[in-house]
């Protein structure tokens, strides 16, 4: 069998969210959208971590777009998914629901 | 209506400790959010969050190393200055005898290992940061923070030890001594191990950097100097508050030097910063 290395948990929410927001993908809608998608507010900085991570992984990459007065002068940083990173979340989608599949139940639902 | 003014502090402390090719749009991040209305509990808890997380990564990706360094480094302080003790023990038996004869060779003999003493007290600091920072080489500068902390925890008792007694006048200047020895501990320790991350050679230092490292070791020395002189007479002696500013300008000094090298190894060539430069004079 092939040795695979599926993503963590937040990892692949930051992906998910990453890709939601396709070419929006900075700091800020990036946090925003896991929390108002899951109701579990991250660390921006554990984002950031998170993120670099995975740009280190090559299954993303950043680009550094405008700086505005909103942001103290400060530069967004943009993320993308790479067509590493899109395999990589198809390929854990696809596991996920593979062991989904059969339970004819919810999780911790009564019988 | 006026904009809030920022948390100015914390800002300040994500620039000069972050890491800077994350926190430069991190920053930007936080202060779009605050500007949307985010509390400056928020702000703060942000950035501490953002801080501690290298040390975080640390423990959970290289939990072993990471504390065998931290004990490592606790480890030899202790036995380092275990055997300094033994060692230089019989050099302060009757201290007063160097006042009363400071010429004699058994004077200077002593008067050398007092200032042998101290000196190695210097070379701990640097080779415990050296080992922390050689033991766990994943994340150096967060396992050398926490060494600071741990050598910080371990003079907790000793700081404390003055409330237990009866109230006294000189119980300030005796909290005063702690608190500022072991600002120069963690200053020493820290600048020990910036150096070995980061540099050691002084040319690739910072202009800024360099010239306070020289007013530090200038500082030292002085220090030292004034510390013998003391003891053979030559200058009279002020009581413990000339000895307690000296080493709160040592300790002052040397944290500023530790900032200003944590600062140096934080620096890439941020293109953030210089679409920053660019907004700026945009707007002027």
């Known amino acids: 069998m092939r040795n695979r290395e599926f993503l963590g948990q937040h990892e692949l929410m930051v992906m998910l969210a990453v890709l939601r927001l396709g070419k929006d993908a900075y700091g800020v809608p990036i946090a925003t959208e896991i929390a108002s998608r899951t109701g579990r507010e991250m660390l921006q900085g554990s984002v950031y971590a998170i993120l670099e991570r995975l740009e280190s992984k090559r299954l993303i990459t950043s680009r550094l777009g405008e700086a505005t007065p909103q942001r103290g002068g400060r530069a967004k940083r943009y993320f993308a998914l790479t067509a590493e990173g899109h395999r990589q979340v198809r390929e854990t989608q696809r596991a996920l629901e593979a062991l989904w599949h059969g339970l004819a139940k919810p999780v911790g639902a009564k019988p | 209506m006026n904009p809030r003014p920022l948390p100015r502090a914390a800002t300040w402390l994500l620039e000069r400790l972050g890491h800077d090719s994350r926190f430069e749009p991190l920053i930007g991040d936080l202060v779009e959010q605050f500007e949307a209305g985010r509390s400056r509990g928020w702000y703060w808890r942000q950035t501490i969050g953002a801080l501690a997380n290298p040390v975080r990564q640390g423990l959970r990706t290289h939990a072993a190393s990471f504390i065998v360094a931290v004990l490592a480094g606790c480890a030899l302080t202790w036995l380092w200055q275990l055997g300094c003790s033994l060692a230089f023990q019989s050099v302060y038996v009757n201290l ?11 004077a200077l003999l002593r008067l050398l290992g007092i200032q042998a003493n101290m000196a190695s007290e210097y070379a701990l600091y640097f080779s415990s940061a050296w080992l922390v920072t050689r033991v766990h080489r994943a994340h150096r500068r967060a396992a050398l923070v926490v060494f600071a902390a741990a050598l910080v925890a371990r003079n907790l008792p000793s700081m404390a030890q003055p409330f237990e007694g009866s109230p006294d006048t000189r119980i300030v200047v005796s909290v005063a001594t702690h608190v500022i020895l072991t600002a120069l501990t963690v200053a020493c320790t820290l600048v020990g191990g910036l150096w070995v991350i980061r540099t050691k050679r002084i040319a690739e230092m910072g202009y800024r950097s360099r010239l306070v490292a020289i007013l530090w070791i200038a500082q030292n020395l002085v220090t030292g100097l004034l510390f013998a002189a003391c003891r053979v007479g030559e200058v009279s ?35 953030g910063r210089l679409a920053r430069v660019a907004s700026r004079s945009d707007r002027t």
């Open chain 2, 96 to 106: 007063a005898d160097i006042k009363k004869h400071p010429w004699t060779s058994a």
């Open chain 2, 237 to 271: 002696y002020r009581g413990s508050m000339g000895y307690l500013s000296l080493y709160a300008a040592e300790a002052g000094c040397g944290l500023y030097l530790a900032i200003l090298l944590w600062r140096e190894h934080s620096v890439r060539p941020a293109a």
